[in-house]
């Protein structure tokens, strides 16, 4: 059966920093990503009306050769799999997809690594939104977070060793916040260890006026939580507040690359939804009466 669209204004927004000789970020937006390397800054805007939308930030990590061939690998996968991701109706339906995408993506990886003979890896950070689900995944350290009417909530987790170290009870948030290696992946897209290429993976309720964030470390590693919740808050369009994030960033010293994927609810098709089931109980109860009127005149 036909799905029911989802509207949401979305502005994605992709900025080289002060600091970095190139940018090796890169985004997805319901198909449309930077397709060429020498990019300084980038931006798309739009109101996509869609049955499945599909948004993801992927950052090439620094330390590597090729941060920025890896970012592409991981979007262009997602390209690849548009058709597939189309067909996604439920959160077990996304969850089951995005591992087929981490996996492809990361063998796609490994293959150009034994070519070149280059390291390279990428962060992988992902939300497929519909009527029916709203699914968030990361590998690495690139945040997603959503806004709605009870508050702010990250979806995502920081797939990092120090973060490990926090899960174990062994450092506070604190000391990992002012740890010198808080940014080592221990996932990520471009691993030789395939048992540890599991992403994290919530999902969440969804409704008209909720607004999704996905950012890459650029952004977030240099804004604490109220700065960025502040800005989720305001009122204006999603472009505005795209822009306002990564200027924050900027002046907070960040030395990275800086990308950003915000989208606000428009509408959550749950309206068109409850317009198509009541017609199907009207068809069947008039199918109903119209079966036992037949019924009666034949006795």
């Known amino acids: 059966m036909k799905g029911i669209p989802v509207t949401l204004e979305i502005a994605a927004v992709t900025d080289i920093g002060q600091r970095r000789k190139s940018n090796q970020d890169n985004f ?39 941060g920025d061939v890896a970012a592409m690998i991981g979007v262009t996968t997602l390209s690849d799999f548009a058709e597939e991701l189309q067909s996604i109706r439920t959160g077990e339906d996304a ?26 890896g990428s962060t992988f950070s992902m939300i497929v939104v519909s ?20 508050g702010i909530e990250r979806l995502s987790k920081p797939q990092t060793y120090v973060q490990e170290l926090v899960d174990r ?35 969440a309720e969804m409704r ?15 804004l604490p939580n109220h700065s960025i919740y502040a800005s989720l808050n305001s009122n204006r369009p999603v472009n505005e507040i795209a822009d306002t994030l990564i200027e924050k960033a900027i002046r907070k010293g960040s030395g990275d690359n800086l990308t950003v994927v915000i989208a606000r ?35």
Not at 271 to 298: D, F, H, K, P, Q
């Open 95 to 120: 969850s089951f997809t995005a591992r087929r995408i981490v996996r492809a993506a990361n063998d796609r990886i490994l293959k150009r690594k034994k070519k070149t003979g280059k390291d390279m």
């Open 169 to 203: 009870g062994a450092i506070s948030e604190n000391q990992a916040s002012r740890s010198y290696v808080r940014n080592q992946l221990s996932k990520y897209l471009g691993m030789e260890n395939l048992k540890g290429l599991t992403p994290n993976e919530s999902s």
């Open 265 to 299: 609810v428009m509408d959550d098709g749950r309206e068109a939804r409850l317009r198509r089931m009541i017609g199907i109980a009207l068809g069947i109860t008039a199918g109903a009466i119209v079966l036992a009127t037949l019924i009666i005149g034949m006795l």
């Open 28 to 66: 997805f937006v319901n198909g449309a990503f930077v397709d060429h390397y020498k990019v300084t800054a980038e931006r798309f805007e739009s109101v996509d009306t869609e049955e499945v939308h599909v948004l993801a930030v992927c950052d090439g990590m620094g330390g590597k050769a090729d």
């Open 131 to 150: 009527v029916n689900c709203l699914y968030a995944c990361n590998l690495g350290d690139s945040e997603i977070y959503l806004k709605n009417q009870f």
């Open 208 to 222: 008209n006026g909720d607004i999704l964030l996905i950012c890459s470390d650029g952004v977030s590693d240099v």
